[in-house]
């Protein structure tokens, strides 16, 4: 199975706009899905498909994708947005479902 | 209300067995992929498996295959992950979840709060 990339950790001004983004040869093919976990909570779907909020997610959160590429934005970040967000994909063989590593959102 | 509660975990030795359950209620079970998910301490999410809704089809990562076992029991609305061989690198909380949409193999939507499996001698 192919690997995803995100960067570690971001940091954004409350109110401000921010987008993590994950890599992947296999976003060339798939959609990802996004997901947001606050300590001690399991995950929560934000994004799914080609830019998709399920029920009860804020408009504020947004995806998009671009070659090897998939972006999750946050327009007017807010203090409850601090989290984990993860990036979820199908692999090349559409098989196995992978995470990646998980971008830890500050909001200063 | 969907609703997943997991059980079964708790301290097992290497080379060990465990089976963990996640009774679900609140929606047509039979109708939907469900899968299991785990989180090492301190660490990221790691997709384990995935089962259709009429457990006809099943899916593992390499890194469970030969040695979990992902089945259903559609008439008890009750998922089962059956673990072998297990290693302290299994040692996670492991979460039960249900596909967003019904029938579909569509992303996880809804989790159970996790059962936490400790592999150490």
């Known amino acids: 199975s192919s690997e995803l990339t995100q960067d570690p950790a971001v940091s954004v001004a409350l109110g401000q706009t921010v987008r993590i983004t994950c890599q992947g040869d296999s976003l060339r093919s798939y959609y990802a899905s996004w997901y947001q976990q606050k300590p001690g909570q399991a995950p929560l779907l934000v994004i799914y498909g080609k830019n998709n909020r399920p029920s009860g997610i804020p408009d504020r959160f947004s995806g998009s994708s671009s070659g090897n590429t998939a972006s999750l934005t946050i327009t007017g970040a807010q203090a409850e947005d601090e989290a984990v967000y993860y990036c979820k994909y199908r692999d090349s063989s559409g098989y196995h479902w992978v995470f990646a590593g998980g971008t830890k959102l500050t909001v200063l | 209300e969907v609703q997943l509660v997991e059980s079964g975990g708790g301290l097992v030795q290497p080379g060990g067995s465990l089976r963990l359950s996640c009774a679900a209620s609140?929606?047509?079970?039979?109708?939907?992929?469900m899968h299991w998910v785990r989180q090492a301490p301190g660490k990221g999410l790691v997709w384990v498996s995935r089962i259709n809704s009429d457990g006809s089809i099943t899916r593992y990562a390499d890194s469970v295959k030969g040695r979990f076992s992902i089945s259903r029991d559609n008439a008890k609305n009750t998922l089962y992950l059956q673990m072998n061989s297990l290693r302290a690198e299994d040692t996670a909380v492991y979460y039960c979840?249900?596909?967003?949409?019904?029938?579909?193999?569509?992303?996880?939507?809804?989790w159970g709060q996790g059962t936490l499996v400790t592999v150490s001698s």
């Open positions: 609140g929606f047509t079970f039979s109708s939907y992929w």
């Open positions: 979840a249900r596909a967003r949409g019904d029938y579909g193999d569509y992303e996880v939507a809804f």
